[in-house]
């Protein structure tokens, strides 16, 4: 039974196991930004423009945690993905267990930073008086919860590393449904505004890591830690902590450069807010794509790698680039001429909110034209991370973070909005450039 719940793809047909493991994956990530985007409608659209450009300040900081933890996630399931494709499950209970002790004790210390230090984070990014108390609310009640996000994501984590992404886009297709309602009747009809949204996350998260056990306990038994596996290992935890803290660093830098630029877009005002908040809102479903796919190459290489097949591994990869290429030709003709409508379904131009329906397409036409870049870079990093190599994705983010801040700080005044849409799409020119010049010195290709 359990053989119907796993992919192995150490053999067999190359392009259906990839798209196997990546539609998945897109769903699932789709239904992410749908889960993230509930909020972000129901604060629009029943609560106030206010309240939904607090939260677009609030979840700089809230993204700035959860991405920290799932980068360490990512870097967890690239170690258990190789002890599977190695057929050595024994490895793969005891590094579950390790990552799961070790990361819950510093998710528990970010949780604390988050709760106790709101006030302080929001003064640094420039938070306009009238949104700071809505949005260090939510800030307080999200961080409170993290720790239920950490055990989501290390096992949805655990899944992607055994080729079943079936499962965590079922379970978040649930809570999505779940949030919904939630969010509607705490922040609407009780009337809690941005404080019932924050609690609807916290809840539906609970739901969610209590589904992803019972999944476990009923059909993957024997990849759940018993109490033998609950063994201190030296070298698998330095191991767990040099790939998560690697592919953390990565999602940090991002989110510690996006609350940088958070700062220079807080600048602009209430209307400048909302246009980016939107804006960045639709871009998310966007980069679901390429980041969806580059995960599933991450899984396959990683697999092949742990089962010694280099052949097979780096046809994975052209493979995974081929199509990567084609969606993000579909993609920049996608945002350029349905930016109006996807931003319109935040903004409500006929309500007077004009100059932030301007701002946001102008920001979006602009972007959209670097997506073939995005997606291309994405799947070099999707081979780098499943072989291992995360001092290269880390380096790079960095540069590429880096130069977006800078880039931003620079024009912001000149371009408004348009600014970061330049320095984006500068940005992942930067780390493509970078993955490849190092690709080709070392004889990857």
Known sequence: MAAKHVVSMTEGNITGQLMTVAWPLVICDLIQQLYN?????????????????????????????????????????????????????????????????????????????????????????????????????????VCGGLIFCYIYNLGAAALRAVGNTRVAAVILFGSLLVKSVLSYLLSVSVGWGISGAATATVMTQVLACTAFYAYGRRYLPMLLFTREDMVFDREELRKIFDYSSMTALQQSS??????????????????????????????????????????????????????????????????????????????????????????????????GDNAAMAAGVAYLRTVSFFYLICFWGAIYQGYLRGAGILDIQYYGTTMQIASRVIITWLLIDTLGLEAVAWATGFGWIFITTYQLIYWHRHGLN
């Open 254 to 351: 991002i989110q510690i450069g996006k609350v940088l630029i958070q700062g220079s877009i807080n600048s602009l005002g209430a209307a400048g807010i909302a246009a980016y908040a939107a804006a960045a809102r639709l871009e998310s479903f966007v980069n679901t794509f390429s980041q969806s796919l580059a995960a599933a190459v991450s899984v396959f290489v990683a697999q092949n790698l742990g089962a010694k097949n280099p052949v097979r591994t780096k046809e994975g990869f052209k493979r995974g680039r081929s199509i990567s290429a084609m969606c993000g030709l579909v993609t920049v003709v996608i945002m350029y001429g349905f930016a109006p409508l996807g931003i319109s379904w935040f903004i409500d131009s006929a309500a």
């Open 37 to 141: 985007t509930v909020d972000s409608y129901v604060l629009a659209r029943f609560v106030g423009q206010d309240s939904f450009a607090a939260l677009g300040v609030a979840e700089t900081f809230v993204n700035l945690f959860v991405f920290i933890l799932l980068g360490a996630c990512t870097g967890i399931s690239v170690i258990l993905a190789t002890h599977f494709g190695g057929g050595s499950e024994k490895l793969f209970r005891r590094g579950l267990f390790l990552a799961l002790m070790a990361g819950g004790a510093v998710t528990l210390f970010f949780s604390g930073l988050g709760m106790f230090f709101t006030e302080w984070g929001l003064g640094l990014i420039n938070t306009p008086a009238e949104l700071m108390e809505e949005s260090a609310a939510y800030l307080r009640i």
